[in-house]
Structures are given as structure tokens and as C-alpha cells.
């Protein structure tokens, strides 16, 4: 058995070389999408490994490669860390207050681009591991990481990457690459991921934009056409209309429900300084909250454009015009299915000229509530945060999670070091310092549990 | 009575002295609203007025001054030729064969900013008074002008001065400011302009864009309610679903029909040069055709944007949206009460927070088609398009004609140098010099028989 306050104080020792570790990570530009510093912060995550006795391996793929690393420890439990080394690229870059590569701590806050997303996570995974070993001699269990280097430019190699090292992942728990606490200083637990698919509406009926006075009741207009195939697609009930859309929806289970009713709603306050007048679906109990904020799936338009964007009049008739919109899914649907069954819709209200390109898929995944980790890893929150972590059965964003739950049957779980003004892609990403102390506190207490448990 | 071989050779006659005020007068940048060569332009076109004997007076305005001009002839008949000259912006430069304030003639055209909206027209005007003057001493009617500077920004000050000036500016005809030929190069008669409302209609849901992953089944997207919105004015059947939209609509009379049902329609070799697959009202016949092209009004969306426009993925929930459309009217409806019934059918269908923005007003406008002088200008034609002008009785454009009817109660008719080609507002604005000729004609044929006739 481990002792928290022998591990505590571990971290508290390395606190200097952790943060001269953050401080090198995030120093060196990492941006996939602009092909930017990519091997040289992949090399720098490689040596970091390597002097912690990992054996690692790169798996290259079209663009960056994955990062694969292991160290064996007693028993034969495993735990697969999941983090990525790319970042989002910096721009605006005015509207940052320090330079987003040049980390800089202003009132127990670090800012630097990747504070949060994702090297902060993955330093504080590194931190764990150091202070459980130097508690423990060696490793409870086997520690494993899949440090891919695409994630903020959607994956593309992930699944191949699982799927061809399955056995080299073989897990019982991964630990996801980022975690959160809330308003309230808990650490949150994300159970799962909604999928996304995003397409590109577009639609073209004149050779180009003509008078809108000598042509107006004659021509076709795309601007008129895209609003009319929009509308057709959801109604101002914000039920989505494509024919078979929610079939494949999952409702919430009884345990889904119980746990949705112990979470905290958006506070009146925080949804009014978002500048909403209210939420688009009424609810009456925190459960039904969430049932409607992630449990069921949305479509938003991103985008929309036609005609004339500038001041004043412009009498034209758009010979052009495009949305972008993305459909949050739920389980078990699928975004071939809900691409196919748009373009199956669109086609029989009579919108067979608008080119549906689809630009991204993602599934969406679970983990069973009821899975035995799930509660030792919100247990093992407590000691940190004064608390277990509050369970949230799904989140409403995305991830690639489905690739692991598919390959690998591993159960995923949340844990980390942001909160929710950490302004993740965003300028002046940034994390508080005692959250990522505490990440670091959580995350060795994880390894510790998963090895056999800790001192009570 | 007046030889119209005559006045055709005195025509001839002075050609090089006409082509030499038509390029002084195009050589003259003058863009209201750019305010450039206003003042210069104004003089410019004085003194080609006071050259000729007129008496001119500059009546001020808040931006420029309105030109009033007029030479007394014989007998009690008044004509008067509205003109304006200022000119549109030449942008985009890059699309010009040759500056656009360089007049250049290109194999029988003649290329300038202004060669036909409205520099070549108001030449055109002073050419034929000259030719008339050279056959017949003096003028056999009293000719009037209204040259206003501010057409091309929507003609703020012209009601004023209409009004102001009516004793002055009364008439038994207004020859207004531009005139074209068809494809088979028969003068075209438009007896009347549609109307316009030109609406900004924007909305804001959100202080900012947010995350359409945690946030899209929560926050209210403004680029779906603009959609919404939208979609409740104007269905798929085309119909405007204003309440009360069509009830001041005069449905064309006997006359109206039997005039459009002479009237060419647009081929399909013309309407699919222009990309359209079809036209948006199917119709059976010319009269049917040309009551659903420019006696019904329309309404277009001009412009519409909100969200990310740029390339590939954004997933965010619009904070933002807006949309700018133009209502184009026909008797008896008004820009006021279609934007009050707007505004009551958006806050009807809950749409009370999108914010309705009047950008521009313009009132519909006919002439009689039983007026004896439409008749008379339609047949001045036929000694030189071989046959009387065709009888629109309306156009599907609009301008700013109501004044005139309103005011001073004088019937309006089109007749001058353009064709359907001449690039108006766009690079290259030009007219074929054989056209320009034959407004001159044209124009001194009209002056000719309101003073009282021509030889036959």
C-alpha cells in the first residue's frame, strides 16, 4: 500500500524540474496544421521518456508520427496514457497578453499555447509517474502512452495506429488526454464523447450574381434555396426533421439519470454573461438538463454565406451560396449513417443541386457508468479535491475516443489539469498552477489505485 | 413642319463636335460617392447648357447640386429630360480593357465609365436640341432639364427639389435619363419602375461565437434563426408570406396584357448564357411571362452571412447573423407599409429580437399606357428602328420616377442609346456608337413632334 502524503510530498519535491519540464515543452512550437516544430517536439517527448526507462517507439504515418512507450511495472495491471504533441496554431496572435510560445505566469496562472492541450496534461503525467516511483521504487503497474502528434488536425492516422499496435496497447484503463475541474473546484469525470459530422452545404444557380430588379421574380436565387433547404432541416422546435435522424439515439439509462441529477446546471449567471436569453431547450430538473445538453445529439451552423457581405445596398441575386454545419451524435449513431440519410433527405425535399462535402467524421463513444474503475478513479479525487469526482456520463464535445473503445475495449476516463476558463485554443491558453499540481496529485494516485491501492 | 432626312443630316453634320463633348464629359471622373470631380463635372455640363442659350440655376443640396435648365421654344409645349451625372464607382480596375476615364472606341464601342449611365444619354439630349435647332431656327417646345449628382447614391435630395421647383419644372413629358434597344434592336418603351425596399435584418443570440460541442444543444444560434426568419417571408412556392403583402398589388389591366403579349421573352438560349436551369414562375405565354417578371413583386436576399467563412472546419455556435434583401414593389404598394408589415409578421412569428434596418426606399411608379404622348414617342422610332418602340408597360427595375408623377403629374417615357450589353455599373460600360446615333434620331424626332410634328 502507498502512502497520498509520501506521494504529495514527491511532488512537492520535483516541483522544480516539472516546471522546467512544462517550461521546455511548451517553448518549442509544435503546430500540425503549419507543419511547425513537429519532429523537434517529438524528439523532445522521446528523450523524455527514455530517461524515465521507457522503451518507446515512433510509428510514422503519412504526416507525424505517434509516439508508443511503455514501462513494465509489478502486477499485471496496465494503464495507457493518451495524450497528443501537436497544438493549435497561436493566431490572433494580438489578442494574446505574452507571447504564446514564451510561457509566462501571471497570478498562479501559466499561459502558454499547449498550457492545457495538451502538454500540461502530458508533463503531469510524466510527474506522476516520477513521484509514485520514487515512493514506491518502481511502478505498481504498467504504464503505456499513445502520444499521437494529429489530434488537433482530427486524427487521421489514430485508427490505424490502434488498430496495428492493438496488443502493444492492451489496457484496463486509459486515462484520457485532458481533464477539468469545475466552478467549483471538482475535479469532472467525462464518460463519453459525443461524434461530429461536418459538411459543407453548397449550392450554385447562376452562372453568376445578375440585377436583382430586372431578374428578381425570374432567377433562381442560392441564397433563397440554401435558407429553404436549411429550414427543412430544423425547425424552430430544434428537432432536427431528416427522416430517421434520432432512430439510433440511446435514451439515458436509470444510472445515467441518477448521476445527471447530482450535477450542477449552468448557473443563470454564467449562462447570462454568455449574452443568452435562455437555453433552446426548456428543462425542469438537472438531469433532464444534461439529458438535453449531451445525451442528445444537435446541428449547428457554423457558417453561411452568400451574395453581398459589405456596407450598404448591393441589389444582387447570389449566384453562390454555402453553410457549414456540424451534427453532434450520440450513441449508436453513426456519421455515415446521418450522411447518408441528409443527403437521402435533402434529395427528396428537392434540394438535388446542393453539393453535401463532408469534411469530418467522428463517432461518438461511451464508457458503461457501471464499469469498477469508474468509481475508483472518482475516488481517488477525494484526497485531492475534498471530494469524488462528479460523474458526468457524456460530455457535449468530441474526441476520438470511439477508436479506442472499438480496438482496444479499454474504459476511458477523465483527469487532469484545466478548469473551464483554461481557453483551450483560444488566446492566452492557460492553466492555474494549483489545478496542475493537483493534476499531478490525482493522476500518481490513479497509478497507485490501479496497482493495488493506497494507504486509506 | 420638320423634314426628318433633314435633321438626320444636320446630325451627320456635327458628329465630330458631338463625339468631342461626349469624351470631354466621360474624361471627367464624377463619383458621388467617392465625392470626386463633383464640382468640376457640374461646370462642365453648365456651361454645355448655357452655350446653347439655356438659362441655368445650380439649386443646392446638403452633398450636390441639382442642375435646372431651360431654353423656351415656340408654341406651349414643355419638355423635359431628367439626366443625371454623376456616375458609379469603376471598380474593379483590374477588369477594364482600358481606363476607365480614357474614353477608347473598340470596334464600333465606346468604352468609359458614363458612356451610357448617363454621360452618353445627356449628350445624346444636347445633340439632338442642336439638330433641331440647325433644321428649324429655333425650338418648337420649351425644353426643360432636371440633372441631378446624387443618382448613384439613391437620389437623396431629389424629392426636395422636385418639390421646391415644381412651377419651373412643369411639363407635358418627361424623357427620362436612359433608353435602350433589344436584341433585334428595337427601342424599348418602359412605362413604369418597380419599387424598393432594401432591409439589413441582423441579429446577435450570443456575446460571442461558443463551442458547438458543449454548447449546441444549449445556446441559441443566431445564423438558424436568421434562417428561420427568412424562410417565414418567402417559401418554395415562391409566395411572399407577409400577411397582407399582395393586397395593394393593381393586377395588370386588358391593355397591359395585350401589350406584354407582343412582347419578346427572355430564350432559353439567353436564360441558360446566364447558368439558371429555369426560370422561378413557370409561365405559358408572353403577357403570363412578363406579369410574373415585372408586374409582381419580388423579393430578394442579396446578401446573407454569419459564422466562419473561411476554409475546412470551424465548429462554433454563431454569435451573430445578418441578411440584406430588397423587396421590389408595384403599384399600389409603398416602401412604408411593407416595411411596417414586415416588421409585424417577424414579431409575430417571434422573431421580435431581429433587428429590421431600412436601407433604401424607392416608391413604384407607371405612366398610363393610354397616354396619347406614348403612342407618339413610340412611333417617333419607326423612321429610325424601322419600327415603333416596343411597349413595356413595366420594367423590373426602379427609379426614382414616382417624384415626377407625384409633383408635376407628367407622363414618363424611356428613349435613348443603350442596349442590353452596355455593362452598366460593372468594367467596360459602353455603348455601340451606331446605337448612340440612332438616340440622337430618336430624341430629335421626340422634340420635333411635341413641338408639333414631323413630315411624314
New interface residues.
Partial sequence: MIDGAELDRAIERNKEAVMRELGDFCAQPSISTQDLGMREMARLVVRALERRGFSTRMVETPRYPAILAECRGQGDKKLLFYNHYDVQPPEPLDQWQSPPFQPTIREGKYFARGAMDDKGHLVCRLAAIDAVREVCGELPCTVKFLIEGEEEI?SPSLEGVIADNSRDLEADLCLWEFGEVDGEGLSMQYLGF?G?L?VELSL?????D????????????A??R???A??SI???DERIRIPGFYERVVPPSEEDLRLMGDLPV?SEAERS?????????PYSSPAEFYE???M?P?????????????E????????K?F??A?F?LVPDQTPEEILDKLKRHLDAE?FG?IHVNC??MIYPSRTPVDHPYVRMVAESARDVYGRSQRIYPM????GPAHYFRKHLGVPIMTAGVGYLGSNIHAPNEHIRLADFFNGIRHTARIIADLGGGLDG
Avoid: E
Wanted: charged share 15%.
Fill in positions: 482530427s459525443r461530429l461536418y450554385q444557380t447562376l452562372a453568376r445578375c440585377h436583382s430588379g430586372i431578374w428578381g421574380s425570374l432567377m433562381p436565387n441564397a433563397w440554401l435558407n429553404w436549411l429550414s430544423k425547425g424552430m449552468i454573461a454568455m449574452g443568452a436569453k435562455g437555453f433552446i431547450h438535453k445538453a449531451v442528445t444537435s446541428c449547428t451552423i457554423c457558417g453561411m454565406g452568400a451574395g453581398y457581405l459589405g450598404g445596398q448591393k441589389t444582387i441575386i447570389p449566384a451560396a453553410a457549414k456540424d453532434r428537392g443541386d469534411l469530418g460530455s457535449g464535445g468530441s
